[in-house]
T-cell receptor
Framework: EDKVVQSPLSLVVHEGDTVTLNCSYE??????LLWYKQEKKAPTFLFML????IEKKSGRLSSILDKKELFSILNITATQTGDSAVYLC??????????????FGQGTILTVHP | NAGVTQTPKFRVLKTGQSMTLLCAQD?????MYWYRQDPGMGLRLIHY???????AKGEVPDGYNVSRLKKQNFLLGLESAAPSQTSVYFC??????????????FGQGTRLTVV
């Protein structure tokens, strides 16, 4: 059974703060890890990570994967109220049985106050 | 660009009624997924498919059936709806046989209420 655990489950910060969201996973035949942002509708894609140690960056957001320790982090610097959302982490299986299976964690609810 | 389209967007069912949710994608993706999302539960995988004519169970398959007769369509059926199936349903698709990985693209969701 694939397992994706995100922490913290919720986080309240003020504008300008830096936050780190965590995602740990247990999956057979790991293929990739995905981060999404969800604001009351369909999730929107942030990052796809397949290799350890290579940081992906987009504006104030960045993410990195550690395939040895089986976790990823999503950093958001200088947070803004528009960053308030649920952040979802998911893992994709590669080969073997159940390949292609895409399993999500329970999400981290981020609230940014002005 | 259409991407992933779900129909309907909203539906209210009475307990015991049946219905089918349709998901269509125009990106030639191999993999398609159905999720349900309940408050505080993230996205839970119901069923998925890695190609035309194939389906597999996810975490919460009971009470649902699926079919993937055409590559671009993935149907989710509720044979006898129950109030516990009140949820928001999302369809997603990903991966191309051209050898490159893609992120999963999501439909806009279907809000289903069973009374």
């Amino acid at each position: 059974e694939d397992k994706v655990v995100q922490s913290p489950l919720s986080l309240v910060v003020h504008e300008g703060d830096t936050v780190t969201l965590n995602c740990s996973y247990e999956v057979t035949n790991f293929r990739s890890l995905l981060w999404y942002k969800q604001e009351k509708k369909a999730p929107t894609f942030l990052f796809m990570l397949t290799s350890s140690g290579i940081e992906k960056k987009s504006g104030r957001l960045s993410s990195i994967l550690d395939k040895k320790e089986l976790f990823s982090i999503l950093n958001i610097t200088a947070t803004q109220t528009g960053d308030s959302a649920v952040y979802l982490c998911a893992v994709v299986r590669a080969g073997g049985t159940s390949y292609g299976k895409l399993t999500f964690g329970q999400g981290t609810i981020l609230t940014v106050h002005p | 660009n259409a991407g992933v389209t779900q129909t309907p967007k909203f539906r209210v069912l009475k307990t015991g009624q049946s219905m089918t949710l349709l998901c269509a994608q125009d990106m030639n993706h191999e993999y398609m997924y159905w999720y349900r999302q309940d408050p505080g539960m993230g996205l839970r995988l119901i069923h998925y498919s890695v190609g035309e004519g194939t389906t597999a169970k996810g975490e919460v398959p009971d009470g649902y059936n699926v079919s993937r007769l055409k590559k671009q369509n993935f149907l989710l059926g509720l044979e006898s709806a129950a109030p516990s199936q009140t949820s928001v349903y999302f369809c997603a698709s990903s991966y191309s046989r051209q050898g490159w990985d893609t992120e999963a693209f999501f439909g806009q969701g279907t809000r289903l209420t069973v009374v």
